[in-house]
């Protein structure tokens, strides 16, 4: 039996991941969980908002499920989810991003892996007041995160059946720094003939994705634009809270909904757990429960495309629970 730490989270983190070990426990996967929160809450309790417990829980555990937490915007303090990832060196944050049945957007052939960069570019956090009136933020690109992250994304492709990975980029103009992740990440196409290899500008990027997002297959991007990037492309399949997300180390995993905490809708019972749900079916393709993976991704999907049972931002009217107990009744009666 897996032993994980669970990180609630604030605002509609602990529903979501209610909802997460609910339908686990449905897909028959015994997993011990070691539950220890961190964020505001956390934060007004104990001056901090990751605990000295927590980072050992995550430090033995090696695996960890997160839920959406709040982080103070623009008052000094550095983002939780940057935090861990580089406190842990989860290098590689990948988030697939697939057409759901029975959610309506104008695309329904989206079927692409972004693989983010996760330790450095301007989420370095150095940033400094040069003088009064003038911030200067330092965007850090190094040889050796550029190789592992292209080593990721091509050996990803290959172990999942992708025929393409596009480098996205800003090398026109930051000649220096997105050129040298440029020339690490062709150096790793060079050893993989068999897996197609493109380059695009980084804005031209974004225009493509809304235009023809079937042309696409993986994506390998700096910090910076993988974050954007991947917001954007969550767009064109229903939102963020349809989206999955995990970040990956060398011998440490955190997996993530992509989507913030929703604090406006916490506690009422009406956030869709979608994007925690396929998280956690990341996390079990992780630890090798790949099949009961595959069965809770089906019952989602399913569950979605019948449309009884489906919360407010798909057009319906069910509650998270509602949504949720409809997906383990699935579990429970197909397999």
Not at 89 to 112: C, E, H, Q
Request: aromatic share 8%; proline share 4%; net charge negative.
């Amino acid at each position: 039996m897996s032993k994980i730490t669970l990180i609630p989270g604030d605002g509609i983190g602990p529903e979501v991941t209610e909802s997460v070990l609910k339908v686990i426990a449905a897909s028959k996967v015994n997993i011990n969980w070691e539950t220890i929160n961190a964020g505001e809450d956390v934060y007004k309790s104990t001056g901090s908002f990751i605990t000295d417990e927590l980072l050992n829980s995550i430090s033995t555990n090696k695996i960890a499920f997160k839920g959406p937490i709040t982080t103070p915007i623009g008052k000094g303090f550095k983002s939780i989810n940057v935090t861990l990832r580089q406190k842990f060196t989860t290098y590689a944050n990948v988030r697939p991003v697939k057409s759901i049945p029975g959610v309506k957007t104008p695309f329904n052939n989206v079927d692409l892996v972004i693989i983010r960069e996760n330790t450095e570019d301007l989420y370095a956090g150095i940033e400094h007041f040069v003088t009064d009136g003038v911030a200067e933020s330092i965007k850090v690109i190094t040889e050796k995160a550029s190789l592992k992250i292209g080593e990721y994304a091509f050996q990803y492709a290959k172990k999942h059946n992708h025929k393409k990975v596009t480098a996205v980029h800003k090398a026109n103009i930051m000649k220096i720094s997105d050129g040298l992740f440029l020339d690490c990440i062709r150096n790793v196409a060079a050893k993989y003939p068999e897996i197609e290899y493109e380059e695009v500008i980084v804005d031209n990027m974004c225009m493509q994705l809304v235009m023809h997002p079937e042309r696409y297959d993986v994506l390998v991007l700096p910090n910076l634009y993988g974050d954007i990037v991947s917001d954007l492309a969550a767009g064109l399949v229903g939102g963020l809270g349809l989206v999955p997300g995990a970040n990956i180390g060398d011998d440490i995993a955190i997996f993530e909904a992509v989507h913030g905490s929703a604090p406006k809708l916490a506690g009422k019972n009406i956030a869709n757990p979608t994007a925690c749900i396929l998280s956690a079916s990341m996390l079990l393709d992780y630890i090798g429960e790949i099949d009961s993976a595959e069965k809770i991704r089906k019952a989602v999907y399913s569950t979605i495309k019948e449309g009884v049972y489906i919360t407010k931002d798909l057009g319906g009217t069910a509650t998270t629970e509602e949504f949720t107990n409809a997906i383990c009744t699935y579990l429970k009666n197909n397999y």
